[in-house]
Every structure is written in C-alpha cells, then in structure tokens.
C-alpha cells in the first residue's frame, strides 16, 4: 500500500516523503481511516511500529480546515491534545509532529514538568492548535488559565498503559472529565491490561480495536541474546562487548538511578564515552545527554526505564539489559529501542546467576526461548571448569564433564540460584545447570 491511497493531503504527503517513508508501517495502515472516518480508536501498538505518525497525520487531516498564518491568538484555538507519560517521549511526538506540520500553517507545541513554566505559557497565549502534554503540567497550565479545552476536538493518549504504571490515571481522568464530550478518543497502548480497557470503557464511545502485534511479543527484526556471567563481571563483560563489538551507540538498561550512574561512571573509567539518563537529572541536562546520543557524540547512554521511554533514536542497533528488568514488560519495552521501523537491531541482556527468576518471566511473557550462552573468559565462576581449566583429579572432585551436564542434566527443573549454588557448588557442579543450558563460547 502506498501512502497516497491512504486519502491524506499533498501537504503531509510531501513532509513524510521528505522524511523518507515510502510506505505506511501496518499500524499506520490500519489507524489512519479509522481515525480519518472519525471514529474512536484503541491501538496496541508495540514502541517503534510508526504509531506517532499512525494518530497524527489524520489528525493532520482533519485540522487541515483551521490551518492559517493569522497572528491572532483567537485564531488558533486548541484542537488536537495528545498526553505522554514522559517528558522524552513528549519531546520526541513534538518533533515529529513539527515534521509533519511542515507545509501545513498548524501550531503544535510541547509542555512537560521539570522546566521553567514562562516560555511554554507565552507559546500557549500565542495560540497552538495542537499540544502534546504530560498531565501534570497541563493541569497547571490549565490552573493558571493559559489554555483552554474547550475547542479540543481530538485527544490522544499515547502509551496508556505506561501512563496508568506511573500513576497518572487521576491526573488523565480529570483531564477527560474537562474535555467537550463531542470529540474523538484514540487510545494507544503497549497492552489492553484491564485497567486500559475500563479507561476505554469509560471514556470512550464504541472503540474500534487495532492490533499490530501480539500483545508483549517482542520484534522478530530484534536478534535476542541472552549472556550468563557472574554480576561481579558484568561491567567487564559490557566493556569488552562494546569495545570488541565496535558498538557506536548503545543504550544500557540499568533497574535504578543508582546503579545507572554508578555504571555510566565506571564505563567513563574504561575510556568509554558514556552518560546516565534518569528522572533525577535536571531536564536540561538530560534533553542535552539524549541530544549528543541521537547525533552519535555519546556512545554508551545509561538509562533507567522510565527516563527511555519514547525515545527515538533512527536506527539505532544495540540495546544491552545491564540488569534484567523485574517486569517482564518492561524488557519488551527495553529492547523495543531497537529494530525500529524495520530496521534491524541486537538486544543482548547480562543475566546472572540471581536473575533466573525475570529471566523465566520474559520468556514467558514473551514465549519466546532465550537460551543463555557464555562468552569467552566471562565463564560463570558456578559452571563446571572446561576439561582445560580443571585442576588435577583429587580425591574429593566429583564433577562431571561439560557434556554430561548438559546431556544428563533432566530432572534439574531448578536452574541457578547463587546461594544454592555457593553451598553445593563443590560437590556437584554439573548439576547447576539448568536443563536446557547451552554452553556456547563466544568470542
Ligand atoms: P514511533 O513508533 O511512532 O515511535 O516511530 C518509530 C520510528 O519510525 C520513528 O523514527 C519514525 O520517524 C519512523 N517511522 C514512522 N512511520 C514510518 C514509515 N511509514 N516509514 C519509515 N519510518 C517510519
């Protein structure tokens, strides 16, 4: 399909094929009549299958009837709002959005928490016909009286089901409960939890449901690897990847802000240019961090999950799971950074003997195998030794060769446990293997 069949105007026609789609992405194929008949729309679109563009060009569309270069304020009333959970994944729909505006006389703006509010109140009193907001700092905008609702005709939530994690489910329902009742809802979320689907169910008139992958299915575009290694080496073992790799530009996952900078840190003393990414950074400085990553002067960004999300780098190839997350869907989301839009991308997670327990909910959320390999002089001290390193037959050594463990190793239904292992290692190592261990050395 072309984008030309989709019944959008030459001027948005024009500003995507500048940004260099040729086609409609399925999700965008599928929401962009949906919403262009006018219909309410809940989409679960995975990050990275082209939903921005999904809700915004025929919102584009339809707006097409208000575009003017008039200066007057009264002018260019509020049409089109679209909530975000985070600041980044704000910024980034704005972007997007002023590419799409391109050849269109529409004012969209962007407003989130963590900045100086003066600015965004002036471009408000300007007039904008298009906003994309966290919730907070819309409700104090609209505390303060500097943008009104009452002429909003369309309203995006994009990443519900994030938004409902993070708390924001009073903020968006107060903010719903201000909307004109006449007006189109489109909801996209990662997932239809059931908490997404009372929101639709309640705010919502006769949704129509578009689905673009299997719910928490990770991208097949995204090669999985799984690397065991002992969490003391981790750090090592990111290094000599990145470095052996010639990975130019990575985003590392890290469970807390803690342990992010503690990591961006050490990486930094490994000679590598590194940065953390976190909610307690000040916002200047972080848009400057993700900035200097998208542009390829930062190699390594070191990120919690929060501070990611909605970040958009075009094709960027690695993603790495420092710590594997304690949500399940946090790693599809994780890895969703990469192999966006097509483009092919490699998630390697770090998984140590204590992370069994997210390692077995990924896969099975994600039904997928991810079958842990080792790579060369990062052998998990709680393996057997390989025939080489092994010391001399003694009396007391008992363990079993590395084949066997792996042939004989049924019945062990408990995979690793690091104190289990710790006690019991000496005698029986071959035993700690997990049924379905692949020992793989990888250089
Ligand atoms: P999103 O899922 O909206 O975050 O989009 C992910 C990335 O895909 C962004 O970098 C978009 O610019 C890009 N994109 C969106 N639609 C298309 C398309 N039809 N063809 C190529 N790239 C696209």
């Not at 073992?237 to 992010?260: E, P």
Request: some cysteine; overall charge positive.
């Amino acid at each position: 399909m072309l984008f030309s069949e989709l019944g959008l105007s030459p001027e948005i026609l024009r500003a995507i094929e500048e940004q260099g789609y040729s086609q409609p992405t399925p999700i965008q194929e599928k929401a962009i009549p949906l919403v262009l008949s006018n219909r309410d729309l809940l989409a679960a679109a995975q990050t990275g299958t082209g939903k921005t563009a999904a809700f915004m060009l025929p919102i584009l569309e339809r707006l097409k009837k208000y575009a003017n270069t008039s200066v007057s304020p009264a002018m260019h009333p509020l049409r089109a709002l679209v909530l975000s959970p985070t600041r980044e994944l704000a910024d980034q729909i704005g972007v997007n959005v002023k590419t799409y505006t391109k050849y269109l006389p529409l004012r969209a703006t962007t407003v989130f928490g963590g900045v100086n509010m003066d600015p965004q109140t002036q471009e408000l009193r300007r007039g904008v016909e298009i906003l994309i907001a966290t919730p907070g700092r819309l409700l104090d905008h609209i505390q303060q009286k500097t943008i009104q609702l009452n002429k909003v005709e369309v309203l995006v939530l994009d990443e519900g089901d994030r938004m409902l994690d993070m708390g924001f489910i009073q903020d968006i329902r107060k903010i719903m409960g201000m909307l004109p009742k006449e007006r189109q809802t489109l909801l996209f979320s990662a997932t239809f939890a059931p908490e997404i689907k009372r929101l639709a169910s309640d705010f919502m008139k006769s949704p129509q449901t578009v689905e673009v992958a299997r719910q928490n299915a990770t991208n097949d575009q995204v090669e999985q690897i799984v690397y065991s290694v002992d969490a003391f080496k981790k750090r090592n073992l990111l290094s000599h990847l990145i470095k052996s790799r010639d990975m130019s530009q990575v985003i590392v996952f890290c469970k807390t802000k803690l342990s992010a900078d503690r990591l961006a840190r050490e990486l930094q003393r490994d000679g590598l240019q590194a940065e953390a990414i976190h909610g307690d950074k000040a916002q200047g400085a972080r848009l400057e961090t993700l900035a200097a990553f998208k542009e390829g002067k930062l190699r390594v960004l070191v990120a919690t999950d929060v501070a990611a999300r909605g970040l958009d780098v075009t094709e960027l190839p690695y993603v790495v799971n420092f710590e594997l997350p304690n949500a399940p869907e946090d790693y599809v989301h994780r890895i969703g950074r990469t192999g966006r839009a097509g483009a092919k991308g490699v998630a390697i997670s770090l998984m140590s003997p204590e992370e069994t327990r997210q390692h077995e909910s990924i896969e099975k959320l994600t039904k997928l195998t991810l079958t842990p390999q080792i790579v060369d002089g990062f052998r998990p001290s709680w393996l057997a030794p390989r025939p080489q390193e092994r010391p001399a037959p003694q009396a007391s050594a008992v363990a079993k060769p590395e084949a066997s463990a792996l042939a004989g190793a049924e019945g062990v239904k408990k995979p690793l446990n690091s104190r289990r292992s710790r006690k019991t290692k000496r005698e029986v190592p071959a035993l700690l293997l997990p049924p379905r261990y692949k020992v793989e050395i990888i250089r």
